[in-house]
Structure formats: C-alpha cells, structure tokens
C-alpha cells in the first residue's frame, strides 16, 4: 500500500532522496553550484550507510560523466548531477552516453552560463544540451523534481528506450527553496523502478562485448544515429505511459504538457521550469476579471511533445512562448523555435511572438507577465505585434 | 613471476589481425601487459588513438576481453567507473562477494601525457583498484605525428618542425612516470617492449597491487619515427641501454632500478639511439653538434636523477 508523507524540503533535498530510493549502484559526484547540494545529501546516505552505492568524487564534470559512461556500460545503474558550466564541460560526454544507448539519470540546476560569470537561474546550460540525445524533463516545483527523477529512471532504463534522461530543476528557484511536497515511502519506489538488467554489459567477462568502437571509414554511423532517432521517438509513449502509471500510484498528474485555463484560452504563454507557477497565478487573476487567459506548461523538452502543443494551441488568438536562454541570432529562443515549429502545420496560423525572460536569475515578477498577457490582449484585437522579439524586464 | 612454459600457455587477450602498422609497439605493449593478468577475468579499456581505431573497426573487435572505448582524454576516468561498478554491484550482492576482477586502461602519450593527464591523476588519487597503462610513442601518431609533452628534445615532429629558424622540439619531455610517482600508489613502473618478459612481470606485479598502479611503456612507432618496421624492438633496447628510458619500479614509495646491466659508467651514449631514426637526422648536420651535446646532458641528468632515488 503506497504511503506518502508530506514533507517541507528543497529541490535539491527532495531530488537526492529520489535517488537514494531508486539505489543506484554508482554515483559520481563533483560540485557546482546550486547542484552541490544533491551530492552533499547523497554523501550523507553513503556515510550512513543507507545505500550500498559506490560514490565516485570525481575531479571534474568530464571524469564525472566518463566515469559515469564507464559503469553504465559496465551494468550499473547510474546517477549524478549537475550545473551550468559544469553541464557545458561535459558536452563531449552527453553525446558519447546517448550514442552508447546508456541509461544515465542525471539531475541539472538549471543556472546560467559564463560570461559574464553568474550562479542564478536560467535556462542556457540545459537548452546548451537539447541536441545531445537526452531525454529532457523540466520541474515547476519541488515536488515534479522528485517525481521526474523517479519516472527517469525507468524511462532511461526501457528497452524501447534505453537513453540517457536528465531530470531539471531550475537553480535555487527550485533546488534551494523549501517546498511542500509529498514523499513516497521507500518500497513503493523500489517496486515502481525495479531492478534494473543490462544488456551486453561489460562485467559479464563470460560474454565478452567491445563498446565504443569505431564506426568510420564507410561504416555503420548513420544508422547509429538513425537508431537514436527512433529510439528518441518510441520515448515520447515510454514518457506518456510511465508517467500515467506513476500518477495511478501518486494520484499527481503527469503529462508531457500541462495547461491551466486552455479550454477556452483565447491568450496564452508557454512556459517552461517555476515560471509556470507565477504566470498560472497571473493568469487565474486575469480570468477572474473575464480574461480568456492560459497557460501551457512543457514538462518534457526531449522528446518535444509538438502534437501536444498543436493541440493545445490550436484555434488561440495570440500566444507567447517564454525564453528563458537565448539562441543568438536565431528568430528567438530554443522553446520559441520548438513551438512555432509545433504550429506550422495547423490550417490556420496562431499569431506568436517570443519573449527573452530572466537570464542569469534576473527577477521574474508577475507584473512581467502581466505585460505579456496584455501584449497578447492587445494583438488578439488586432493591434500590431511587438516586433520579432522581446526582452523582457531588461533595465 | 610465470615461467616461460606458462606464459606460452596463456590466451592472447589482443587477437591478431588487427589493423595496426607492422611494427607497432602498442600492441606488443598490450599483449605483454594483458599476459600478467593471468587468468583472472580483465576488463580493458583505451583511449582514442592507433590503438583504438586499429582494434575495434566495428563490427569486429580484437579485444577477447570486454572492452570499451570512450574518447580520447579520459581512459581512466572510464574504467574508474567500471571499477566502481564492480564494487557497488558487489556491494549490492548482484555479484558474489569473493569474485576477483582485474581492470587495465591503455592510452598512447599525447592521451595521457597531455590531454588525459587531469583524468589519469583523478583516478590515480582516488586509488581505484586498477592499472594504467601508457604506451609512450613520443607524439600524436594517430592524428599524423605531432609533437605531444613526451616527445623528445630535438626530435622532428609535424608540429615542431626542421627548417632553417628551428631544429625540432625545443623542449624537454615531461617526466610522467615521476609526476604519477607523486601520487603515492602502491605501483609504478617504467618499462620497454624491449624488455617483453620484464614488462609481463611489471604487469603481474601492477594486477597483484591493491589499488591504482601505472605503468609507462616505452613502444616505438616506426611510422613516426623514421625506422624500418623490423627496427622496433632494437629501438627500443638502445632507448634501454643508452638510458635515454631508464627502467624502474617504484614500489610503496620506493625506487628501484629494474635492471642492473645499464650503469652511469657502461651506459651508451644517446647517439646510437638517435642516429638510425628519420625524426632525429637534422642533429647529425654541421651546426647542431651543441643541442646534440644537450640532448646528452639531458639524459645523464634524467639517469642520474632516477638513480640518485633508488639509492645508487
């Protein structure tokens, strides 16, 4: 019988005991802030001995995630965490986890990336990483990073799927902040997760296997990478699905997407991470007084859920997408490309327009999105756009 | 130490038909070492370079132990996760308590010299139970010859050109072996291909250390080199015997010299390892007789220097 106790903690609190119920049977730790914390619990429950993990203090973000590829592909389950910079040193990694097909859990602070040095939240490091072949997850609370982080590890673990998953949570907002949030007893999650068996792992000497081997001169790469691609695809139903099972057990909800008020939304934001809950606030206020307003939230960045958005969108007078990083020189940020994209193919155009929003933690107050929503008023009856793109809250 | 009755008896763990130049050192390097495992199951894993592109042209592989390639700088880091995941499954009781496990990383020098250095003292310092091995061929050969930090002083390399304003490197080589010595493990070695049956009893005595132990191997590259492919494992002798590479163990701290045949007195001198390779002819040409003689300095000094730590 699944048992709950509501408890006031951090993201980042909350995150490692996930992990601590979903026993990984090796970590690898190294600190950035505002993931440090993560590892920083985690050590505790290695000190206690309350898991049987080998705990690795790597000397850096690149050991951490080659060491991490190294027991993975060894037969291990695999967790750590990171941050900004250190997700960026790390990049040569993500892509060789995800080309290995290795089933790493990995938490991210989403926090923005240097230079100008900065320790806040954004969203740069983790939009950095979109096209590693990672499952992405983004948290709006405390209580999705402890949820997402136990859905990631059967996600990753799927045979259908068998991808490396990153589980966020945006820097201090929600890793540093205490929450309300319901914790599962620890046999219930042990149950959900399951062991997990590898496949042509390398501890079994009786079947030797060669992983990472060289697949140029004429061989077989493109079709590793078109193996990714489907792999990416058959997730999207894996995500739906383990999240479905998930909510029977939690009575949460958990889709790929999540709306407040589009029933009828004649004006909307998309939103990614914990400015979903300040524009949801703003949003029921304005409805109060008779504005058609919504809110779509994106919870899975990896695989993109489009036809979800396609549909939640659709037949909308005006939308915004909020753009917590930048991809400069591109039409707008990485959700802003995503969402048009989304919509190109319905019959008839939503008129959208970006807005660049809270970089390097840069305060997201709901007077903010109180503009937003009244720039959306204002081109739903037919006044003219803001052009191309917006900065939102810049002094 | 294995007779050579029962070393011959071994498996090769490095099949043969793979794609590395005739006269490669690297493999001979791998063999020798992979023998002194013995018969305890091994998980091998390299850096990217000659030795990871040769053996693993997919789908085939000549590793008939499990083995993984990850990327260039970080070989050791790789096979610190294996290891730590070997103990934490064993931790977990998903495999049995008694069985024994041995774990090698090989990398040539520019991945452990230069680029793999950060990843190799990491995992030297945390005292993973494993071996390092460094197949030293004194340059980048997979990516055409350039110069790395083993390279030697004057040598030509495609990154330290001869021409008429340079004569090649114009620095010494970092010294490894000493800069892991540091490190405090339980095993160090320096060895040469030359010497095939001492660098199985270094590799032995590297598997039976509890902890990190390294092991720094000096294989030569015909390709780079300018030698004959015949040539290799002569090369490698007189890099022994003029001490231009001293052999030597460093056991729980202390130094001792593997072999006793090279002194300060009988030692040849450099020039005969030097003159029958293409990389170092230009030092052979009127002009070049004074960064000869300093080559010469260079390795008394570095003989003199591992001598004085063993004692002698």
């Given at each position: 019988?699944?048992?709950?106790?509501?408890?006031?903690?951090?993201?980042?609190?909350?995150?490692?005991?996930?992990?601590?119920?979903?026993?990984?049977?090796?970590?690898?730790?190294?600190?950035?802030?505002?993931q440090?914390?993560?590892?920083?619990?985690?050590?505790?429950?290695?000190?206690?001995?309350?898991?049987?993990?080998?705990?690795?203090?790597?000397?850096?973000?690149?050991?951490?995630?080659s060491?991490?590829i190294g027991?993975?592909?060894?037969?291990?389950?695999?967790?750590?965490a990171?941050?900004?910079?250190?997700?960026?040193?790390?990049?040569?990694?993500?892509?060789?986890?995800?080309?290995?097909?290795?089933?790493?859990?990995?938490a991210?602070?989403?926090?923005?990336?240097?230079?100008?040095?900065?320790?806040?939240?954004?969203?740069?490091?983790i939009?950095?990483?979109?096209d590693?072949?990672?499952?992405?997850?983004?948290?709006?609370?405390?209580?999705?990073?402890?949820?997402?982080?136990?859905?990631?590890?059967?996600?990753?673990?799927?045979?259908?799927?068998?991808?490396?998953?990153?589980?966020?949570?945006?820097?201090?907002?929600?890793?540093?902040?205490?929450?309300?949030?319901?914790?599962?007893?620890?046999?219930?999650?042990?149950?959900?997760?399951?062991?997990?068996?590898?496949?042509?792992?390398?501890?079994?000497?009786?079947?030797?296997?060669?992983?990472?081997?060289?697949?140029?001169l004429?061989?077989?790469?493109?079709?590793?990478?078109?193996?990714?691609?489907?792999?990416?695809?058959?997730?999207?139903?894996?995500?739906?699905?383990?999240g479905?099972?998930?909510s029977?057990?939690?009575?949460?909800p958990f889709?790929?997407?999540?709306?407040?008020?589009?029933?009828?939304?004649?004006?909307?934001?998309?939103?990614?991470?914990?400015?979903?809950?300040?524009?949801?606030?703003?949003?029921?206020?304005l409805?109060?007084k008779?504005?058609k307003?919504?809110?779509?939230?994106?919870?899975?960045?990896?695989?993109?859920?489009?036809?979800?958005?396609?549909?939640?969108?659709?037949?909308?007078?005006?939308?915004?997408?909020?753009?917590?990083?930048?991809?400069?020189?591109?039409?707008?940020?990485?959700?802003?490309?995503?969402?048009?994209?989304?919509?190109?193919?319905?019959?008839?155009?939503?008129?959208?327009?970006?807005?660049?929003?809270g970089?390097?933690?840069?305060?997201?107050?709901?007077?903010?999105?109180?503009?937003?929503?009244?720039?959306?008023?204002?081109?739903?009856?037919?006044?003219t756009?803001?052009?191309?793109?917006?900065?939102?809250?810049?002094? | 130490?294995?007779?050579i009755?029962?070393?011959s008896?071994?498996?090769?763990?490095?099949?043969?038909?793979?794609?590395?130049?005739?006269?490669?050192?690297?493999?001979?390097?791998?063999?020798?070492?992979?023998?002194g495992?013995?018969?305890?199951?091994?998980?091998?894993?390299?850096?990217?370079?000659?030795?990871?592109?040769?053996?693993?042209?997919?789908?085939?592989?000549?590793?008939?132990?499990?083995?993984?390639?990850?990327?260039?700088?970080?070989?050791?880091?790789?096979?610190?996760?294996?290891?730590?995941?070997?103990?934490?499954?064993?931790?977990?009781?998903?495999?049995?308590?008694?069985?024994?496990?041995?774990?090698?990383?090989?990398?040539g020098?520019?991945?452990?010299?230069?680029?793999?250095?950060?990843?190799?003292?990491?995992?030297?310092?945390?005292?993973?139970?494993?071996?390092?091995?460094?197949?030293?061929?004194?340059?980048?050969?997979?990516?055409?010859?350039?110069?790395?930090?083993?390279t030697?002083?004057?040598?030509?390399?495609?990154?330290?050109?001869?021409?008429?304003?340079?004569?090649?490197?114009?620095?010494?080589?970092?010294?490894?072996?000493?800069?892991?010595?540091?490190?405090?493990?339980?095993?160090?070695?320096?060895?040469?291909?030359?010497?095939?049956?001492?660098?199985?009893?270094?590799?032995?005595?590297?598997?039976?250390?509890?902890?990190?132990?390294?092991?720094?191997?000096?294989?030569?590259?015909?390709?780079?080199?300018?030698?004959?492919?015949?040539?290799?494992?002569?090369?490698?002798?007189?890099a022994?015997?003029?001490?231009?590479?001293?052999?030597?163990?460093?056991?729980?701290?202390?130094?001792?010299?593997?072999?006793?045949?090279?002194?300060?007195e009988?030692?040849?001198?450099?020039?005969?390892?030097?003159?029958?390779?293409?990389?170092?002819?230009?030092?052979?040409k009127?002009?070049?007789?004074?960064?000869?003689?300093?080559?010469?300095?260079?390795?008394?000094?570095?003989?003199?220097y591992?001598?004085?730590?063993?004692?002698?």
């Amino acid at each position: 019988m699944p048992t709950q106790k509501t408890v006031a903690q951090t993201g980042n609190v909350l995150v490692a005991e996930a992990m601590r119920q979903c026993a990984p049977d090796m970590m690898a730790a190294y600190p950035i802030t505002p993931q440090t914390t993560i590892v920083e619990e985690f050590a505790k429950f290695v000190a206690n001995g309350r898991v049987h993990t080998q705990y690795v203090t790597v000397e850096s973000e690149h050991s951490c995630m080659s060491a991490c590829i190294g027991a993975s592909a060894a037969g291990a389950r695999v967790m750590t965490a990171t941050s900004s910079q250190g997700l960026a040193l790390m990049w040569e990694e993500l892509h060789i986890a995800s080309g290995m097909r290795l089933p790493i859990v990995m938490a991210n602070a989403n926090r923005a990336l240097s230079a100008p040095i900065n320790i806040h939240c954004d969203h740069s490091d983790i939009m950095g990483a979109r096209d590693a072949g990672w499952v992405i997850l983004f948290a709006e609370t405390a209580q999705e990073a402890y949820d997402n982080t136990i859905m990631s590890v059967r996600i990753a673990e799927h045979p259908d799927v068998l991808l490396p998953v990153m589980t966020t949570l945006d820097g201090f907002i929600t890793t540093h902040s205490i929450d309300r949030a319901e914790m599962m007893d620890d046999e219930t999650v042990t149950s959900f997760v399951g062991d997990y068996v590898p496949k042509n792992a390398l501890l079994d000497t009786d079947h030797p296997v060669s992983h990472g081997n060289f697949a140029g001169l004429g061989g077989p790469y493109f079709e590793f990478k078109r193996s990714q691609r489907l792999a990416m695809d058959r997730a999207h139903g894996v995500v739906n699905a383990i999240g479905a099972e998930w909510s029977g057990i939690t009575g949460r909800p958990f889709g790929m997407i999540e709306t407040f008020g589009m029933e009828d939304a004649e004006v909307a934001i998309v939103v990614i991470g914990s400015t979903a809950g300040n524009a949801r606030h703003v949003a029921r206020g304005l409805r109060a007084k008779g504005v058609k307003a919504g809110i779509v939230k994106v919870r899975c960045f990896r695989p993109f859920p489009a036809a979800e958005l396609a549909d939640a969108l659709k037949g909308v007078k005006a939308v915004a997408v909020m753009d917590r990083s930048e991809s400069f020189g591109a039409e707008g940020g990485p959700l802003f490309l995503e969402v048009r994209s989304a919509l190109y193919d319905l019959a008839d155009r939503v008129p959208l327009v970006d807005y660049i929003y809270g970089l390097g933690g840069s305060d997201v107050k709901t007077e903010l999105i109180e503009r937003v929503f009244t720039d959306l008023s204002d081109i739903a009856s037919g006044a003219t756009a803001p052009a191309g793109l917006t900065y939102l809250g810049t002094r | 130490m294995a007779t050579i009755k029962e070393l011959s008896r071994r498996e090769d763990r490095l099949e043969g038909g793979h794609r590395l130049c005739g006269g490669c050192g690297a493999s001979i390097a791998v063999r020798q070492v992979l023998l002194g495992a013995g018969e305890t199951p091994i998980i091998a894993g390299c850096a990217t370079g000659c030795l990871e592109v040769s053996t693993t042209i997919y789908p085939y592989s000549s590793w008939k132990v499990p083995f993984i390639h990850n990327a260039f700088e970080n070989s050791a880091a790789t096979i610190s996760g294996v290891e730590a995941a070997f103990k934490g499954l064993q931790r977990a009781g998903k495999i049995p308590a008694g069985k024994k496990m041995k774990f090698v990383a090989f990398g040539g020098d520019g991945g452990t010299y230069d680029i793999g250095l950060q990843s190799l003292s990491g995992a030297m310092e945390r005292g993973h139970d494993m071996v390092y091995v460094c197949y030293d061929n004194g340059a980048y050969m997979n990516t055409g010859i350039q110069r790395s930090s083993a390279t030697p002083l004057g040598a030509w390399a495609t990154t330290s050109e001869v021409g008429s304003a340079h004569q090649g490197k114009e620095q010494r080589r970092k010294d490894l072996t000493s800069i892991i010595a540091a490190h405090n493990i339980p095993y160090v070695a320096q060895a040469s291909i030359s010497d095939w049956k001492g660098l199985t009893a270094v590799a032995e005595k590297a598997f039976a250390s509890e902890g990190a132990a390294f092991i720094n191997v000096f294989a030569p590259c015909p390709r780079g080199w300018r030698i004959p492919h015949d040539m290799t494992v002569e090369i490698a002798k007189l890099a022994v015997d003029t001490a231009y590479w001293p052999l030597f163990e460093v056991v729980e701290g202390e130094w001792k010299m593997s072999t006793r045949r090279v002194t300060r007195e009988n030692r040849k001198p450099v020039e005969e390892f030097l003159r029958p390779q293409g990389r170092f002819k230009h030092l052979f040409k009127a002009g070049n007789e004074e960064l000869l003689a300093r080559i010469q300095d260079e390795v008394d000094r570095n003989f003199d220097y591992v001598l004085k730590r063993a004692g002698q």
